[in-house]
């Protein structure tokens, strides 16, 4: 369990707790009485102002509290938020306002991403439309419309944010290119070049040739496609051939030599024999590499270095040349020879006809395999040969697998942890370089005389070198993921040992999807690690996407996507947080559907109504003391908080949100509200003085106490209701979190009720199937055999008299024959009669059941009819064929029920 600390207010002196006593002013003394119908369209606002000129969410390093700290992962600046975002900053600040409440000095810091390639994209799209483009505006006129982009979609993404309630300090709000993250982003290049860990060099990268950029590994996504196979005969220059099967005939002008296993024996003889180009003068050694697949095609590969990273490899330990016959926009170059300026699907055609011209193309099959994609605008990547900037990942990624095999770094759920340490354990050096305008700029000038690198921390003035003057600066950025990084660290002051980088860091806890673990997490891991000596996070909570109600992705292209203002705009901003909460497991994804927003705003709605009869009841109350609570249902209710607050603190504990939603939702909707609410309404509304102040107090108390518990979930409705609740002060948000030992165990009375409340819903549930009037008062036989259950019932002969409509109740020990044409139902330890015969009109019921058992058995007919017609079953969709085998069950159900009940009537 969680320690708690006293969390004093921003707008008061002292911390309001639920212990404290004194006079509760009339409610109606303190203009405390709600509207009658809640309108989150018109609360919101004004309650999200009320937070910030309390400046209820500002941290202050050296407080004295412990800290908590969660970084926001930075929305991209490149659109508005969808729904994802909502699920993601939805558990951030859930998690932030319980800390915040139980006391720590809780800390979430907001920020917004430049995410280079994708934000480049989107403003060259609006310059499209324009009739412009980047190169002809120009780097620095470009740089100015990308800011100003910047700039209009931050504010875009704050809004939608503060709409939803992120109770972000937003004092400390950061952009991964302001100058303070820009100075992080400089040291840490610089230093890793001076440690020997960034490099410049000649290697296959993933190429874009659409967004004419290179991409990490990471960032190329890969998709199984229906390609085919050709096999390419390679006539040997001393006679025969050997055949060769490609997947991309258009690079073949690039191949310098071919390739078999040496321990291929069908292979041996043409060990270090040469091969003539099928279609350019030139000869191709044949070598013998380990790398070939024997099992692979014919077991000869063509070896072209520039544009295949194994045959890269081959072609380094074997000396062959690397000629680049592909620039960086998919075009040919003069390496191509006949095929130059040609396109490279074009290039594959001419390259097949030529083949087939010359009688050198052989057998064409169909072949499945994934091929890479870019991640941002989906066209097929190509591996190039290109000179860019790598950091080198092995003395990096140990200590960050570390941290996790120790279990300093833990993920929930654990699952994430194998996926996290299986990418360190493959990991190859990480391209860093890409060549975009929008980014932070590498920091390191060529000079032009002598071609000196320089790496430096401020722009040199001359080359260290020669004495040139005036280096050029690297043209390329860095990838986006280099300063994303340093987020946890460069935000609270890094590379200055700030007051604020003392203090809140590390951070406590990261919020993220499980798609980000390789872009991200693991990377602030290890730049942490390397340049902090700490973790970033103890704790990553592992979330899913968003689907739609059918399971797929959401795009707004498609139609399938949500706007996440629509959402709040319709039900209000509580009612889809709730939504999302109560509807997410850790590290899964879930599926969205409006009724579960509708739900959350019905929620919301009950709790209102709830909190105005409680302060319509309030108005006289006054306490001088607080007394152990003696009636049955107050001890009950108390207990029942209790043993919630317990439950939902180990369950935020371990950060299972939507379990701790479900538990609370129990509570306030299924116990406070549907029961203990309606048990207390006779003391309340009684002439017992004693009675009345007793069940206000603990109304008072359960009442209170579940707000706060809620505020998380539902904070905007929370804090509405607080700012008319007797006795608070100041804020909810800034309130103490309830402590469950404030609140008495009681397991007798839990016992105790449990057999009266089954009573009253069994009693509930036959008025309610033979459609007995609200207004008739029942008879009722309760036969209990079991002592403690007959008991029980005796002490809640008031409670069953006036939630079941009783007239007339009688608890006997033994089996009675019970009365002619008597409904009849069992619960724990006893059975229940409720004799129908004065309370309805038999003829008049016995029509109307006849009728709904026609009309029912005529819809299970009709589903089984369906269900019988092999067409339907073939045809139809599986999901139609499942919901129509759930028709004919719950029909099938029904009519039994309903013959029963006609058995009942005679």
Not at 42 to 47: K, L, M, N
Not at 62 to 71: C, E, K
Not at 450 to 476: F, K, M, Y
């Given at each position: 369990?969680?320690?708690?600390?006293?969390?004093?207010?921003?707008?008061?002196?002292?911390?309001?707790?639920?212990?404290?006593?004194?006079?509760?002013?009339?409610?109606?003394?303190?203009?405390?009485?709600?509207?009658?119908?809640?309108?989150?369209?018109?609360?919101?606002?004004?309650?999200?102002?009320?937070?910030?000129?309390?400046?209820?969410?500002?941290?202050?390093?050296?407080?004295?509290?412990?800290?908590?700290?969660?970084?926001?992962?930075?929305?991209?600046?490149?659109?508005?938020?969808?729904?994802?975002?909502?699920?993601?900053?939805?558990?951030?600040?859930?998690?932030?306002?319980?800390?915040?409440?139980?006391?720590?000095?809780?800390?979430?810091?907001?920020?917004?991403?430049?995410?280079?390639?994708?934000?480049?994209?989107?403003?060259?799209?609006?310059?499209?439309?324009?009739?412009?483009?980047?190169?002809?505006?120009?780097?620095?006129?470009?740089?100015?419309?990308?800011?100003?982009?910047?700039?209009?979609?931050?504010?875009?993404?704050?809004?939608?944010?503060?709409?939803?309630?992120?109770?972000?300090?937003?004092?400390?709000?950061?952009?991964?290119?302001?100058?303070?993250?820009?100075?992080?982003?400089?040291?840490?290049?610089?230093?890793?070049?001076?440690?020997?860990?960034?490099?410049?060099?000649?290697?296959?990268?993933?190429?874009?040739?659409?967004?004419?950029?290179?991409?990490?590994?990471?960032?190329?996504?890969?998709?199984?496609?229906?390609?085919?196979?050709?096999?390419?005969?390679?006539?040997?220059?001393?006679?025969?051939?050997?055949?060769?099967?490609?997947?991309?005939?258009?690079?073949?002008?690039?191949?310098?030599?071919?390739?078999?296993?040496?321990?291929?024996?069908?292979?041996?003889?043409?060990?270090?024999?040469?091969?003539?180009?099928?279609?350019?003068?030139?000869?191709?050694?044949?070598?013998?590499?380990?790398?070939?697949?024997?099992?692979?095609?014919?077991?000869?590969?063509?070896?072209?270095?520039?544009?295949?990273?194994?045959?890269?490899?081959?072609?380094?330990?074997?000396?062959?040349?690397?000629?680049?016959?592909?620039?960086?926009?998919?075009?040919?170059?003069?390496?191509?020879?006949?095929?130059?300026?040609?396109?490279?699907?074009?290039?594959?055609?001419?390259?097949?006809?030529?083949?087939?011209?010359?009688?050198?193309?052989?057998?064409?099959?169909?072949?499945?395999?994934?091929?890479?994609?870019?991640?941002?605008?989906?066209?097929?990547?190509?591996?190039?040969?290109?000179?860019?900037?790598?950091?080198?990942?092995?003395?990096?990624?140990?200590?960050?697998?570390?941290?996790?095999?120790?279990?300093?770094?833990?993920?929930?759920?654990?699952?994430?942890?194998?996926?996290?340490?299986?990418?360190?354990?493959?990991?190859?050096?990480?391209?860093?370089?890409?060549?975009?305008?929008?980014?932070?700029?590498?920091?390191?000038?060529?000079?032009?005389?002598?071609?000196?690198?320089?790496?430096?921390?401020?722009?040199?003035?001359?080359?260290?070198?020669?004495?040139?003057?005036?280096?050029?600066?690297?043209?390329?950025?860095?990838?986006?993921?280099?300063?994303?990084?340093?987020?946890?660290?460069?935000?609270?002051?890094?590379?200055?040992?700030?007051?604020?980088?003392?203090?809140?860091?590390?951070?406590?806890?990261?919020?993220?999807?499980?798609?980000?673990?390789?872009?991200?997490?693991?990377?602030?891991?290890?730049?942490?690690?390397?340049?902090?000596?700490?973790?970033?996070?103890?704790?990553?909570?592992?979330?899913?996407?968003?689907?739609?109600?059918?399971?797929?992705?959401?795009?707004?292209?498609?139609?399938?996507?949500?706007?996440?203002?629509?959402?709040?705009?319709?039900?209000?901003?509580?009612?889809?947080?709730?939504?999302?909460?109560?509807?997410?497991?850790?590290?899964?994804?879930?599926?969205?559907?409006?009724?579960?927003?509708?739900?959350?705003?019905?929620?919301?709605?009950?709790?209102?109504?709830?909190?105005?009869?409680?302060?319509?009841?309030?108005?006289?109350?006054?306490?001088?003391?607080?007394?152990?609570?003696?009636?049955?249902?107050?001890?009950?209710?108390?207990?029942?908080?209790?043993?919630?607050?317990?439950?939902?603190?180990?369950?935020?504990?371990?950060?299972?949100?939507?379990?701790?939603?479900?538990?609370?939702?129990?509570?306030?909707?299924?116990?406070?509200?549907?029961?203990?609410?309606?048990?207390?309404?006779?003391?309340?509304?009684?002439?017992?003085?004693?009675?009345?102040?007793?069940?206000?107090?603990?109304?008072?108390?359960?009442?209170?106490?579940?707000?706060?518990?809620?505020?998380?979930?539902?904070?905007?409705?929370?804090?509405?209701?607080?700012?008319?609740?007797?006795?608070?002060?100041?804020?909810?948000?800034?309130?103490?979190?309830?402590?469950?030992?404030?609140?008495?165990?009681?397991?007798?009375?839990?016992?105790?009720?449990?057999?009266?409340?089954?009573?009253?819903?069994?009693?509930?549930?036959?008025?309610?199937?033979?459609?007995?009037?609200?207004?008739?008062?029942?008879?009722?036989?309760?036969?209990?055999?079991?002592?403690g259950v007959a008991c029980a019932l005796e002490a809640g002969r008031e409670y069953l008299a006036g939630l079941a409509g009783l007239e007339k109740l009688t608890i006997v020990r033994e089996a009675i024959?019970?009365?002619?044409?008597?409904?009849?139902?069992?619960?724990?330890?006893?059975?229940?009669?409720?004799?129908?015969?004065?309370?309805?009109?038999?003829?008049?019921?016995?029509?109307?059941?006849?009728?709904?058992?026609?009309?029912?058995?005529?819809?299970?007919?009709?589903?089984?009819?369906?269900?019988?017609?092999?067409?339907?079953?073939?045809?139809?969709?599986?999901?139609?064929?499942?919901?129509?085998?759930?028709?004919?069950?719950?029909?099938?159900?029904?009519?039994?029920?309903?013959?029963?009940?006609?058995?009942?009537?005679?």
């Amino acid at each position: 369990m969680v320690p708690r600390k006293d969390a004093l207010s921003p707008l008061g002196e002292g911390a309001f707790t639920f212990q404290e006593v004194g006079r509760v002013k009339d409610a109606t003394e303190t203009g405390n009485q709600l509207p009658p119908v809640y309108d989150p369209a018109a609360v919101e606002p004004d309650i999200y102002e009320l937070w910030l000129r309390g400046d209820a969410f500002r941290a202050e390093a050296g407080s004295g509290r412990p800290p908590f700290t969660i970084v926001i992962p930075p929305p991209n600046v490149t659109g508005s938020l969808h729904l994802g975002h909502a699920l993601d900053n939805s558990l951030q600040d859930a998690i932030i306002r319980w800390r915040r409440m139980a006391g720590d000095e809780a800390l979430w810091l907001p920020g917004t991403d430049h995410a280079g390639i994708a934000t480049q994209h989107v403003v060259e799209e609006r310059l499209a439309k324009e009739g412009l483009s980047r190169q002809g505006l120009g780097r620095e006129a470009f740089g100015e419309r990308v800011w100003a982009w910047k700039e209009e979609y931050e504010e875009i993404i704050l809004h939608q944010l503060r709409r939803l309630g992120a109770s972000c300090d937003w004092s400390r709000l950061r952009f991964t290119m302001d100058e303070g993250c820009s100075r992080a982003v400089r040291e840490v290049f610089v230093s890793l070049w001076e440690r020997g860990l960034i490099y410049r060099g000649d290697y296959i990268i993933n190429w874009c040739p659409d967004c004419r950029t290179a991409l990490s590994d990471i960032e190329v996504e890969h998709e199984e496609v229906v390609a085919h196979l050709w096999t390419v005969h390679y006539p040997l220059e001393d006679g025969g051939m050997l055949p060769v099967v490609t997947t991309r005939p258009e690079t073949i002008p690039g191949d310098t030599g071919l390739a078999v296993n040496p321990d291929d024996e069908r292979y041996q003889q043409f060990h270090g024999r040469v091969a003539r180009h099928p279609l350019l003068d030139r000869m191709l050694p044949v070598v013998a590499d380990s790398a070939v697949r024997q099992g692979f095609g014919t077991g000869v590969v063509k070896v072209t270095p520039a544009h295949d990273p194994v045959d890269f490899e081959i072609a380094q330990r074997h000396g062959l040349p690397s000629p680049v016959i592909m620039d960086e926009g998919g075009r040919m170059t003069a390496a191509a020879g006949p095929y130059q300026d040609l396109d490279r699907r074009a290039c594959r055609e001419k390259v097949l006809a030529d083949l087939q011209a010359r009688d050198l193309l052989g057998r064409v099959e169909e072949y499945r395999h994934a091929i890479g994609h870019c991640y941002r605008c989906a066209s097929p990547v190509e591996p190039l040969l290109s000179r860019q900037w790598f950091v080198r990942m092995r003395p990096l990624a140990g200590p960050a697998a570390a941290a996790v095999e120790r279990g300093e770094l833990k993920f929930v759920p654990d699952r994430f942890a194998r996926v996290y340490l299986e990418w360190l354990a493959g990991i190859r050096d990480w391209c860093i370089s890409r060549q975009l305008w929008w980014g932070h700029r590498i920091p390191a000038w060529h000079c032009r005389q002598c071609g000196q690198v320089i790496v430096s921390r401020s722009t040199p003035e001359t080359c260290g070198a020669c004495g040139e003057r005036d280096p050029e600066q690297d043209p390329d950025v860095l990838d986006t993921w280099f300063s994303s990084a340093l987020w946890p660290f460069s935000t609270l002051g890094w590379p200055d040992a700030t007051a604020d980088l003392g203090y809140f860091f590390p951070t406590s806890v990261l919020v993220t999807g499980y798609d980000i673990i390789f872009f991200w997490v693991a990377r602030m891991a290890f730049m942490s690690l390397e340049f902090t000596g700490k973790l970033p996070f103890h704790r990553v909570l592992i979330h899913g996407l968003v689907r739609d109600a059918h399971g797929r992705k959401m795009s707004k292209s498609k139609g399938t996507g949500v706007d996440l203002l629509e959402a709040v705009d319709r039900y209000g901003a509580d009612a889809l947080r709730f939504s999302l909460l109560v509807g997410n497991a850790p590290g899964n994804d879930m599926r969205f559907h409006w009724e579960r927003v509708e739900y959350g705003r019905n929620f919301a709605n009950k709790l209102w109504n709830a909190a105005r009869f409680a302060l319509m009841n309030l108005g006289d109350f006054e306490v001088s003391v607080l007394e152990a609570p003696v009636e049955l249902a107050d001890r009950w209710i108390l207990a029942r908080l209790r043993r919630t607050i317990g439950d939902t603190d180990r369950l935020l504990d371990r950060l299972e949100l939507g379990e701790a939603g479900r538990r609370l939702e129990d509570f306030a909707w299924g116990e406070l509200c549907d029961w203990y609410i309606e048990l207390a309404k006779a003391r309340l509304h009684g002439h017992d003085p004693d009675a009345r102040r007793r069940a206000q107090l603990t109304l008072w108390r359960s009442l209170s106490a579940t707000l706060a518990l809620l505020h998380p979930f539902l904070p905007f409705v929370t804090e509405a209701i607080w700012q008319h609740w007797p006795g608070r002060e100041g804020l909810l948000c800034r309130a103490p979190w309830p402590n469950p030992g404030d609140y008495p165990a009681d397991d007798e009375a839990e016992g105790t009720m449990t057999p009266i409340m089954e009573a009253i819903r069994a009693i509930r549930t036959i008025r309610s199937e033979f459609n007995v009037p609200p207004a008739s008062r029942a008879t009722a036989w309760l036969v209990a055999a079991d002592e403690g259950v007959a008991c029980a019932l005796e002490a809640g002969r008031e409670y069953l008299a006036g939630l079941a409509g009783l007239e007339k109740l009688t608890i006997v020990r033994e089996a009675i024959s019970p009365p002619g044409a008597s409904a009849a139902a069992v619960i724990r330890g006893a059975e229940i009669h409720v004799p129908l015969r004065d309370l309805i009109d038999f003829d008049h019921e016995r029509n109307r059941l006849r009728r709904q058992l026609a009309s029912m058995t005529r819809d299970r007919e009709r589903s089984q009819h369906k269900l019988a017609d092999p067409q339907f079953l073939n045809r139809a969709p599986a999901e139609v064929v499942a919901r129509e085998r759930e028709r004919e069950q719950e029909a099938a159900a029904r009519v039994e029920k309903l013959e029963r009940y006609l058995r009942t009537l005679g």
